[in-house]
């Protein structure tokens, strides 16, 4: 319901995607791991089912506190991986979970001001 929510949204502003990025961090989930999985699958392949390049954006900490280290259920798409370490690159600090074996992309800052701008920084 959520990603047919969003690309109806993006659909009524005649808006166009590269790749539609499913957040997966801490807030309000539930304990349940195994449902978790079966969400974050079903979100997935309900993007992919409309035609949508999909990705993951997480890291670890929150990967492992939803789904659990182990579950590779959506390894095959790309990774957005967050770790505020300020390194230009995909390695530094790196440690393969969830089935990936290399970030796709690193947000390496947070927050940072640019031109009275507030921006995340990433490196592809």
Request: hydrophobic share 40%; proline share 5%; with cysteine.
């Amino acid at each position: 319901m959520q990603v047919k929510d969003a690309i109806a949204g993006l659909k009524a502003k005649n808006a166009t995607i590269g790749m539609l990025w499913l957040d997966i961090e801490i807030f309000a989930w539930p304990s349940d791991k195994i449902s978790n999985q079966k969400f974050v699958l079903e979100l997935a392949n309900s993007a992919s089912s409309f035609g949508y390049k999909v990705g993951i954006y997480t890291n670890p900490n929150h990967w492992t506190s939803i789904v659990g280290i182990d579950w590779t259920g959506v390894s095959q798409y790309p990774l957005w991986w967050p770790n505020y370490n300020n390194a230009h690159d995909l390695t530094t600090h790196w440690k393969p979970f969830g089935g990936w074996e290399k970030p796709n992309i690193h947000q390496f800052n947070g927050d940072s001001k640019d031109c009275g701008v507030t921006l995340d920084r990433s490196f592809k």
